[in-house]
């Protein structure tokens, strides 16, 4: 071990004097030997001529399009305060004098005109907001525009931005953004012919009810679908005060960045579970960092419906205008989103038609945007054909066409065109609800609840239980759709358009759901209208919400459709937020254990009960997770609800000569 220790010391020590006396060749070779394999250690020197190999893209690209069939053409159209708004504009090749067909959307402009890698225009504008067949068999120039604050759009983003007038001080709105753009493009599309429809679905739907407030000269026409038009009255936010805590995520993800780029987050498959574990609907937001997005604070300061949602209501604003452009008001029996939008546009527009020819309504059997997709069909319910092509090819390309082409042939589109559930029949109707028929029995117009869960066109009698009772515990709400609840919206797929026809009998199993049916028909009852609901209950809390269901059921066995024997079809249904009895603008306690009147319209119908058929209502308290759950016991503000605050509560419905409840069908 000596003699081997003193051998490598010598050794060590000789090395180590000769890297000293050449310490900087030394050096850089020992660095190398370490950072470098051996093959590497003689680097090739790089050429002298330039940094790197040239780059392979072009410092520009342009796309040959010459093979197209149709032209592109993206704009920054100027406002009047000096904002621009990225428009797109696609002419079909070889256009001339054709009319353009307008969409404003807050959905991206680029997005909704670019579907397909295709050299063809009919699929570039496959999906969202597009009647492709309509805009390609009519000729249209097609435009779509993103409104202020979003995308490629300049300005700042106001969701459903008021009209100008006590909600918006500022001198631009979207009826002024509508005119601006109108305004350019007859001017800068030389292949029009100066005349402009509007259309759009949903917000954009909305977007085109506002167009009618001082419209352009060359806007000739507006064809509104499925309209956002009264967002606490029964459309995207609220529902007769209860909030649809479910469109969160929209909010969320539409205010958070220009693009929409932020995706709501979620730790649950099961909304039903995210939402019970945040608690309340304000919780929620806040442990999602919603307040610093501007329209959630709105909602939260505004519960009730006070002048914020009354000023910015659209059927109250054109209630004001004058009736100056056709309009075609498009309106779906089972719209998922906005069931109340459209009918209320209709109520406020219909009495200045004093000619019935400048306000046409179309009700389809549709939810919320199925007229420009395939409509044989919605969930299980079969209608025989395709109801959205009949609408789009008989009546939608036509009317379009006698308003924007010169020499048009007059389109035979009846004042109200509308499609009867059951029967599975188009009526062609002069007004909206029609007329009772000669000799209707008055009393036949009420459909009593009654003692045993009965349902009966009879009143109840003396003697009979005075009431029927639930438990309605906050901890376990009725779910408005099978569990795993999907998110809301088009992420939730299939499962969230087709919820309003979904087979009811989950519900009417719950001990916390009342379900009162009728006898077999044995003669069909017919109902076009809004039914109301005249419900006497009590409950011993001091707040509550009251679920309202007029439901079909079908015979037992079904011969053509096996799987639809006892399916139960909701026709119309609502909820309404019991503090606002007897004000909507201020809430107030619930005296516990009284018996009180709650009295609300429901989503028109236009439906036909067939014999063999029978007739259910079912009535609950809680609607979970689309609606946030009342407390039950009253707070100032749900949204910032405790823990504390949710407590079962007794309900009761009555049902006597005195306390008598009934649905009034139309």
């Keep these: 071990m000596n003699t081997f220790h003193a051998t490598v010391t010598a050794s060590l020590a000789y090395t180590s004097s000769r890297l000293l006396r050449a310490w900087p060749v030394a050096s850089l070779a020992l660095t190398l030997a370490i950072a470098w394999p051996a093959a590497a250690q003689t680097p090739t020197p ?21 093979s197209f069939d149709y032209t592109r053409r993206e704009v920054m159209i100027p406002m009047r305060d000096g904002v621009k708004l990225h428009t797109v504009i696609l002419v079909p090749r070889g256009a001339k004098d054709a009319p353009i067909l307008l969409t404003r959307t807050p959905y991206g402009a680029t997005r909704l005109t670019t579907h397909a890698d295709s050299s063809h225009l009919a699929p570039a504008l496959q999906g969202y907001d597009n009647p492709t067949d309509v805009i390609i068999e ?79 000269p060359a806007l000739r026409v507006a064809v509104p679908m499925n309209p956002m038009v009264d967002g606490w009255m029964g459309d995207d936010w609220f529902h007769y005060g209860a909030f649809r805590q479910q469109n969160m995520p929209y909010i969320y993800q539409q205010e958070a960045t220009r693009d929409t780029d932020v995706k709501w987050w979620s730790g649950h498959f099961d909304d039903y579970d995210m939402f019970m574990q945040a608690g309340s609907a304000g919780e929620l937001g806040k442990r999602h960092g919603m307040e610093r997005l501007g329209f959630w604070e709105k909602i939260l300061a505004h519960p009730s419906y006070d002048a914020f949602w009354r000023d910015q209501a659209m059927d109250r604003v054109l209630a004001r205008e004058p009736l100056t452009v056709p309009v075609m008001l498009v309106h779906g029996l089972w719209d998922q989103e906005d069931i109340y939008g459209a009918l209320a546009a209709y109520r406020a527009i219909e009495p200045k038609d004093t000619g019935n020819d400048t306000v046409f309504l179309v009700m389809g059997p549709w939810c919320h945007g199925q007229q420009i997709h395939n409509g044989s069909s919605l969930g299980a319910i079969r209608f025989g ?85 639930y438990v309605s515990d906050p901890a376990k709400p009725v779910p408005y759709h099978g569990r795993p609840v999907p998110t809301i919206g088009y992420a939730g797929g299939a ?10 009998r989950a519900a009417s199993g719950r001990p916390d759901v009342l379900s009162y049916v009728s006898d077999v028909l044995t003669k069909p009852v017919r109902i076009s209208g809004r039914p109301v609901a005249n419900i006497t209950a009590s409950t011993s809390g001091t707040d509550s919400d009251w679920v309202v269901k007029l439901i079909d059921v079908y015979p037992d066995e079904v011969a053509a459709q ?93 049902h006597t000569p005195a306390h008598c409840s009934f649905i009034q069908l139309p």
Excluded: C
Excluded at 49 to 60: G, K, V
Excluded at 495 to 504: E, G, I, N, S, T
């Design 138 to 216: 009519g000729g249209y120039i097609r435009v779509v525009q993103d409104v202020r604050g979003k995308y490629g759009s300049e300005g700042d983003y106001v969701m459903n931005r008021p009209m100008r007038g006590p909600q918006n001080p500022t001198p631009v709105d979207n009826a002024t953004d509508t005119w601006d753009t109108i305004d350019w493009l007859v001017k800068n599309v030389p292949e029009s012919n100066g005349r402009v429809g509007i259309i759009g679905i949903s917000y954009d739907g909305y977007l085109a009810l506002t167009a009618l407030v001082n419209p352009h």
């Design 46 to 66: 790089r050429p002298a001529t330039y940094a790197d190999l040239p780059s392979e893209i072009p410092a520009t690209f342009e796309a040959v399009t010459s």
């Design 385 to 469: 054909s395709d109801t959205a092509l009949t609408f789009r090819r008989d009546i939608l390309l036509p009317f379009l066409n006698f308003y924007l082409k010169e020499g048009a042939p007059k389109a035979d589109v009846a004042p109200v065109t509308a499609y009867e559930t059951g029967t599975n029949t188009w009526r062609r109707l002069q007004a909206w609800p029609p007329p009772h028929p000669a000799g209707a029995a008055n009393g036949r117009s009420r459909l009593y609840l009654d003692a045993g869960q009965r349902l009966a066109f009879a009143p109840p009698q003396e003697g009979d239980a005075r009431f029927d009772e």
């Design 562 to 654: 096996p799987e639809m024997g006892g399916y139960q079809l909701m026709v119309s249904a609502d909820i309404f937020r019991g503090r606002y009895r007897e004000s909507l603008e201020t809430p107030e306690p619930i005296a516990p254990g009284k018996p009180l009147l709650y009295r609300f319209a429901l989503p028109a119908a236009n439906h036909v009960f067939l014999p063999g058929h029978r007739i259910m209502v079912q009535v609950q308290s809680s609607w979970f997770p689309l609606y946030d759950r009342n407390p039950q016991t009253f707070v100032p503000n749900i949204f910032w609800a405790k823990p504390g605050d949710y407590r079962k509560a007794v309900q009761r419905i009555f």
């Design 495 to 504: 499962a969230w358009v087709r919820w309003l026809v979904d087979d009811q």
